[in-house]
């Protein structure tokens, strides 16, 4: 427990951790989409691509985000704000926070609408 009396999750191990974040990153759509994806857009050359893709965008990203959550310890918008603050930045980067909840929220809607 922290100082407030709220209980903080910890993942059990690193590979649980993982296999969570792996599972959020690619999800069902995408796992489902897939290979008419790749088959309409050149096989062998799309994957080459995609995975360029996801190694030049994806991973830094989730680095970024964990990082952000590791530092901030709290919401996305508190994280952005502790993060923002430690760094002598403008307390507007808690606004980004809002987005993303934003955007969790978008896709969440159009998952359960298809």
């Known amino acids: 427990m922290n100082d407030n009396g709220s209980e903080i999750g910890v993942w059990s191990s690193r590979w649980v951790f993982f296999l969570a974040a792996t599972a959020g990153a690619i999800g ?11 088959a309409e857009n050149g096989g062998i050359a799309f994957i080459g691509l995609y995975l360029l893709c996801i190694a030049f965008m994806g991973v830094p990203m989730m680095l970024s985000e964990v990082a952000i959550g590791h530092i901030g310890k709290a919401n996305p918008v508190q994280a952005l704000k502790n993060t923002a603050s430690r760094s002598n930045a403008s307390k507007s980067w808690s606004l980004i926070g809002y987005l993303g909840l934003f955007a969790g929220l978008s896709i969440f809607v159009l998952l359960c609408v298809v």
């Open 28 to 38: 069902l759509g995408n796992i489902w989409k897939f290979p008419f994806v790749m």
